[in-house]
């Protein structure tokens, strides 16, 4: 794949991931496949609204769904992405850390 292709693509994913209520929705399906409902007890948001970043990170591939009964279910299908949030984590800590400096 020609690189900027791939750049493409995956800037695709990092912007499906650059909402708190998208990473908020992922972590809670690496926990296991949740249903809309559930999904949305888990925001301050109505459940349009948690559709509609489900919606966001269904195209970017990040979660899948399907239908059980009359609920959608949907399921991380990059569990993968969660090997970055220590990365993700640690940088938050050092940037807090010089920023306690500055005050000092």
Known sequence: MDSRLLAQARAEIFKALGHPTRLILVEALAER???VGELTDLTPWKQA???RH???LLRA???RRRKEGAKMIYELALPCLLRAMP???EALLRRASS???LLE
Request: aromatic share 0%; proline share 6%.
């Open 49 to 51: 609204t948690t559709s």
């Open 61 to 63: 591939g990040v979660v």
């Open 87 to 89: 990365c993700v984590n």
């Open 99 to 101: 920023q306690a400096k």
């Open 33 to 35: 496949p949740r249903c």
């Open 54 to 56: 489900l919606d966001v």
